[in-house]
């Protein structure tokens, strides 16, 4: 008997947390809009490319993207272009990018991007894929992407 409430208990944990993760995910894409995911095509024998993404916020309250991961690369950081001594680097984006409501933040090509390092395995040209964006508050959100060498 005892061991039946216990088992009944654990279940209803199971079924909150389930629920809550439906809730979460639900509100996530009512809050903010991914498109256009994709990865750039890695030059032969190179560990480390890109991956672009459009993403709309969709509320009436600033949002923040703060990282990225990806299932297929070791390291993956926020990574925007600046100018030192008239000289283009990239730089590391610690504090991530805020997104004021209504606003489209575009990482692409030349600018901002999300720079994935230590590819795990070989990415095939033209596949589908997936890149991961945490946005402060809401937690990660799965977004689908392609591998490609360019923009069409
Ligand atoms: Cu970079």
């Known amino acids: 008997m005892e061991n039946k409430l216990q088992f009944i208990r654990l279940f209803l944990i199971v079924i909150a947390v389930l629920s809550a993760n439906v809730a979460a995910s639900q509100s996530a894409t009512d809050q903010v809009r991914f498109s256009n995911g994709w ?42 272009m600046v100018m030192v001594n008239n000289v283009m680097q990239m730089r590391h984006a610690g504090d991530g990018w805020i997104i004021a409501p209504g606003a489209t933040l575009n990482l692409a090509p030349g600018g901002k991007h999300a720079m994935l390092m230590g590819l795990k395995s070989l ?30």
Not at 56 to 70: F, G, K, M, W, Y
Not at 123 to 152: C, D, R, Y
């Open 39 to 80: 990865v750039k095509m890695p030059m032969p024998g190179m560990h480390m490319t890109a991956a672009f993404v459009d993403i709309e916020n969709l509320i009436t309250s600033d949002l923040r993207l703060i990282a990225v991961r990806t299932s297929f690369s070791a390291m993956s950081e926020l990574h925007e």
């Open 123 to 152: 990415l095939q040209n033209h596949s589908a894929t997936s890149l991961e964006f945490n946005i402060e508050g809401m937690g990660w959100i799965s977004v689908p992407a392609v591998v490609k060498t360019s923009l069409p």
